[in-house]
T-cell receptor, first 114, second 112 residues
Framework: DAGVIQSPRHEVTEMGQEVTLRCKPISGHDYLFWYRQTMMRGLELLIYFNNNVPIDDSGMPEDRFSAKMPNASFSTLKIQPSEPRDSAVYFC????????????FGPGTRLLVL | GENVEQHPSTLSVQEGDSAVIKCTYSDSASNYFPWYKQELGKGPQLIIDIRSNVGEKKDQRIAVTLNKTAKHFSLHITETQPEDSAVYFCAISGGSNYKLTFGKGTLLTVNP
């Protein structure tokens, strides 16, 4: 298996622009997680899905952030409008229900908002 | 909510020495305790985990110990090698909600 796939790997944009991050989970996995990693705050869970349904979005910082999972093999995290404080590495992870909490992370998207 | 403290934040050892990283948590309902290794430019990768019904688990040079009474668990790496250099994260989970809360990480440097 190719593992969790994220695109783009790097994104540089200007403040106010819309940013869309993409994730393809491992085939057959039931859960998908979006995390943000910064030096100051470490790894933070933003939102997670089970069978394409958002279960907990309490970590989403504000209304500028939205996430969707239209099918079992694709998810997006959108920031609109982006701000410099959104600069971070965004990770997607997936897990298989039988393994319970074992999560497999993608390589991340490094976002820089100027 | 769940909270986890990880120490030390940085650790430097000589090749062949042992390294120990410790995490403490506050929620007694936590029952799953994984450790992740993150190399530069990559996502975290699970290296070992332990559940609350077990006190110790070992996999070659790495081991995890859990003390539920004291609410702490530790990662032990023996015979360290330069390729062990990375950031290590502990995490906790409280059961069926599948949410992991991560520690702030430990930068381990193994000097050849």
């Amino acid at each position: 298996d190719a593992g969790v796939i994220q695109s783009p790997r790097h994104e540089v944009t200007e403040m106010g622009q819309e940013v869309t991050l993409r994730c393809k989970p491992i085939s057959g996995h039931d859960y998908l997680f979006w995390y943000r990693q910064t030096m100051m705050r470490g790894l933070e869970l933003l939102i997670y899905f089970n069978n394409n349904v958002p279960i907990d979005d309490s970590g989403m910082p504000e209304d500028r952030f939205s996430a969707k999972m239209p099918n079992a093999s694709f998810s997006t995290l959108k920031i609109q409008p982006s701000e410099p404080r959104d600069s971070a590495v965004y990770f997607c992870a997936s897990s298989y229900d039988r393994d319970q909490e074992t999560q497999y992370f993608g390589p991340g998207t490094r976002l820089l908002v100027l | 909510g769940e909270n986890v403290e990880q120490h030390p934040s940085t650790l430097s050892v000589q090749e062949g020495d042992s390294a120990v990283i410790k995490c403490t948590y506050s929620d007694s309902a936590s029952n799953y305790f994984p450790w992740y290794k993150q190399e530069l430019g990559k996502g975290p990768q699970l290296i070992i985990d332990i559940r609350s019904n077990v006190g110790e688990k070992k996999d070659q040079r790495i081991a995890v110990t859990l003390n539920k009474t004291a609410k702490h668990f530790s990662l032990h790496i023996t015979e360290t090698q330069p390729e062990d250099s990375a950031v290590y994260f502990c995490a906790i989970s409280g059961g069926s909600n599948y949410k992991l809360t991560f520690g702030k990480g430990t930068l381990l440097t193994v000097n050849p």
